[in-house]
């Protein structure tokens, strides 16, 4: 069955350092996103990207990159992590728009910690 | 700038009861389309239900129904005679074709608990 994953799904790092969270999907849809969960925000859109070598900020995407150079992964790097990017983060994709429900598809989560 | 309002942050039932779950949107965008998902325990998110801005056609799926008015901005979720596996936080989203169809932006989310 096709799918989306993401890994790690638990991470604890320091302030400082650069993480990567990895995000693999294989449904070959185009539309791939990141989003952060925080309480009392909801979920909040990083960044997103429509193919292969487009990325665009979504409302927070300070302290964040993201690169496509597959239809499958969108890895998501926090390039010196600070304390306020401890949250959960989301990865979803869907298909074009033409045609679809505008079903996104959820990976499990990751949660971030940093120290 | 769009903007998507859960105002009740949490809500307890019983079982059997029903429940209303509020959403009210702001865009100035006249194609947008409205979304629920739900987030139980576990985690993951789960889509519910997309309307667009033109069909305001009140959706029934079996518990679940959503009643959509353009008039207050408002697009809500009634659980008819709840059950505790309807225990989980609720999310209303916007998403607007002007800034992209998929993009979508979520309310604060609702934490519905069905007490036994």
């Known amino acids: 069955d096709a799918e989306i994953t993401q890994s790690p799904r638990h991470k604890i790092t320091e302030t400082g350092r650069q993480v990567t969270l990895a995000c693999h999907q294989t449904?070959?849809?185009?539309?791939m996103f990141w989003y952060r969960q925080d309480l009392g925000h909801g979920l909040r859109l990083i960044h997103y990207?429509?193919?292969?070598?487009?990325?665009n900020k979504g409302e927070v995407s300070d302290g964040y990159s993201v690169s496509r150079s597959n239809t499958e992964d969108l890895p998501l790097t926090l390039e010196s992590a600070a304390s306020s990017q401890t949250s959960v983060y989301f990865c979803?994709?869907?298909?074009?728009?033409?045609?679809?429900?505008?079903?996104?598809?959820f990976g499990e989560g990751s949660r971030l910690t940093v120290l | 700038a769009q903007k998507v309002t859960q105002a009740q942050t949490e809500i307890s039932v019983v079982e059997k009861e029903d429940v209303t779950l509020d959403c009210v949107y702001e865009?100035?965008?006249?194609?947008?389309?409205l979304f629920w998902y739900k987030q139980p325990p576990s985690g993951e998110l789960v889509f519910l239900i997309r309307?667009?801005?033109?069909?305001?056609q009140n959706e029934i799926s079996g518990r679940y129904s959503w009643n959509f008015q353009k008039s207050t901005s408002s697009f809500n979720f009634t659980i008819t005679a709840s059950q505790v596996v309807d225990s989980a936080v609720y999310f209303c989203?916007?998403?607007?074709?002007?800034?992209?169809?998929?993009?979508?932006?979520f309310g604060t989310g609702t934490r519905l608990t069905v007490i036994p």
């Open positions: 979803a994709s869907s298909p074009l728009l033409t045609g679809n429900t505008g079903e996104l598809f």
């Open positions: 449904w070959n849809h185009n539309n």
């Open positions: 990207s429509y193919g292969v070598q487009d990325t």
């Open positions: 865009t100035r965008d006249t194609t947008y389309y």
């Open positions: 309307r667009n801005s033109f069909d305001e």
């Open positions: 989203a916007l998403s607007e074709a002007g800034t992209g169809a998929n993009n979508l932006f």
